[in-house]
């Protein structure tokens, strides 16, 4: 069977339709939630726009880590899913919780109490910090409610369970977005309390999502069937597995996450224009890639599963036929963005010097996105379900903290190169790292079964 030809299996065809569709729908109803959370902040101004901004990339990192928990976790149990062993992976999702928690304490007590520290991190403009740091010091709290609803949701991705996510985020979005308005704005009654508002509306959101997530998980959950007894009593011998191959990942997310940050920092010190024009940008290209991230997890998810039952070939094949839709995807996307730049500045109220600057940085994200496209399809898909969690690890933390990160600081705060430029530049390791990553996938050498 050719590599496209193996699209034509309709199992599988409906196989990754099932779990891509579905998480596309759910990262755009989360993408949603945070357009209209940067919508009402933009209200109240530009100021508060930016410090929300940049205090939400602290939680950023916590996030990300926590993703990397579960998605090193989901190599193992797509796997085991493959050889039906629902015991490992109940104690593989022991490991996962119990990560989770502890990574949780960390970031929540550093949020609350530093959190001035943590915002002059990101920018030295007082007003900024001031903002920030208010919100923060409340957001912080939702930490661990999100923390565990992830890990909750995106490990039963791992056994094709993902329609209960769609119904977790919905629920999420009508109450954050309804509380925003009552906290922020003092309807209904409620006094107006700006941002501080807008971090309570997000933790109570959090504690919904918990709730809806682990009722479904302890009470109606069927294929994995976890209980808090396998919370407490698990095989300890996992623990060496889940570090082993875990550990790559959330490395690699903790270095995109950091460079993330740093890429912040050069913006923070470019102006605040560059920091909200940013903020906007990456709320419309994560909506406008919606159905790319769905695609990499259910390939991720499927490419586990056939090399958990031995389909070594069909795995190859697959991979090879995925990036060839992958590339067509990502070109819609790019177009959509450049689309889309108009109608979605036009909803903020900021200066118009920033909307003219987010339109400019706009058109060099949507340049961006074709190659990130491709990027998070073969390496955070196929690679990384595959298990090659190591040369993954390279490519994401070389190219952006070797090169992207060295060359966008030398471009905005020594050469003074305009922010479109920057952004692209900034950027440049989601370009360097497809091209490497493509000759590794189109040898196969990356399959490996990780299981026992």
Same mark, same amino acid.
């Given at each position: 069977?050719s ?5 034509r299996?309709?199992?599988? $065809? ?5 779990i ?7 990262n ?10 940067? #919508?009402?902040?933009?209200q109240l101004g530009?100021?508060?726009? @930016?410090?929300?901004?940049l ?6 990192i916590?996030?990300?880590?926590t993703?990397g928990?579960?998605?090193g976790a ?6 085991y899913?493959?050889?039906g062993?629902t015991c490992s992976?109940? @104690? ?6 119990r990560? %989770?928690?502890i990574l949780?304490v ?9 959190p ?5 991190? /990101?920018t030295?403009?007082p007003e900024?910090?001031?903002?920030g740091s ?8 939702s930490y661990?409610?999100?923390g ?18 769609i ?7 009508f109450?954050n977005?309804?509380?925003n308005?009552?906290l922020?704005?003092?309807k209904l009654?409620?006094?107006a309390m700006?941002?501080?508002?807008a971090?309570?509306?997000t933790?109570a959101?959090r504690?919904?999502e918990?709730?809806?997530?682990g ?8 294929k994995?069937?976890? %209980?808090?007894r396998d ?7 996992f623990?060496?597995d889940?570090?082993v191959?875990v550990?790559?990942?959330m490395?690699n ?5 950091l460079g ?5 920092v050069v913006?923070?010190r470019?102006?605040?224009? /560059?920091?909200?024009?940013? @903020?906007?940008?990456n709320?419309?290209?994560?909506m406008a890639s919606?159905?790319?991230?769905g ?7 499927v490419?586990?599963?056939? #090399?958990?039952?031995?389909e070594t070939? $069909?795995?190859?094949?697959l991979a ?8 067509v ?12 730049r ?5 909803m ?12 400019q ?6 340049v ?5 496209a491709l990027?998070f399809?073969g390496?955070?898909?196929?690679? $990384?379900g595959?298990?090659d969690? $190591?040369?993954?690890? /390279? ?8 090169i992207?990160?060295p060359?966008g600081?030398?471009?905005?705060l020594?050469?003074?190169?305009t922010p ?10 989601e370009?360097i ?7 590794r996938?189109? @040898?196969?050498r990356?399959?490996?079964d990780v299981?026992?």
């Open positions: 069977m590599s496209l030809a193996i699209l299996d309709r199992s599988l $065809r409906n196989t990754l339709l099932g891509a569709i579905p998480i596309a729908l759910q755009l109803i989360t993408y949603m939630t945070g357009m209209m959370d940067t #919508i009402m902040l933009g530009e100021v508060e726009l @930016s410090g929300a901004s205090a939400n990339q602290f939680g950023t916590y996030m990300v880590l993703f928990v579960a998605s989901n190599v193992l149990l797509s796997q899913w493959g050889k062993d992976i109940r @104690s593989i999702l022991s490991v996962a919780y990560v %989770t928690l949780s960390l970031f929540t007590a550093a949020g609350a109490l530093f001035q520290a943590i915002m002059s991190c /990101f030295p403009d900024v910090i001031a903002a208010r919100y923060l010091a409340i957001v912080c709290f661990t409610l999100n565990l609803t992830n890990v909750m949701l995106m490990t039963l991705r791992s056994v094709g369970t993902v329609g209960i996510s119904l977790v985020y919905i629920t999420s979005f109450a977005t309804s509380l308005w009552i922020i704005f003092g009654g409620a006094p700006g941002m501080a508002g971090a309570v509306a933790v959101a504690a919904i918990l709730a809806v997530a009722i479904y998980v302890f009470r109606f959950e069927g994995i069937r976890y %209980t808090l919370f407490l009593h698990y095989d300890r011998s623990r060496r889940f570090a191959n550990t790559p990942v490395l997310e903790l270095a995109w996450s993330n940050s740093m890429v912040l913006m923070g470019m102006g605040r224009d /560059f920091v909200t024009a940013n @903020s906007i940008t709320i419309t290209t994560q919606v159905f790319i991230i695609l990499s997890n259910a390939t991720s998810v490419v586990g599963n056939s #090399i958990g039952a031995g070939q $069909r795995t190859k094949d090879k036929a995925i990036m060839v839709v992958g590339a995807f990502g070109a819609m996307v790019a177009g959509v963005i450049l689309l889309l108009g109608p979605v500045i036009g903020y109220n900021v200066p118009e010097a920033t909307k003219l600057l987010t339109h940085v706009m058109a060099s994200a949507a961006v996105t074709l190659f990130q990027s399809i390496l955070m898909g196929i690679l $990384r595959g298990g969690n $190591r040369f993954v690890l /390279f490519c994401e933390a070389f190219f952006l903290w070797g992207a990160i060359a600081f030398a471009a905005g020594y050469l003074g190169w479109p430029v920057v952004y692209l530049i900034l950027r440049s390791d370009i790292k497809i091209c490497v990553a493509l000759p996938i189109w @040898s196969g990356w399959v490996r299981t026992r």
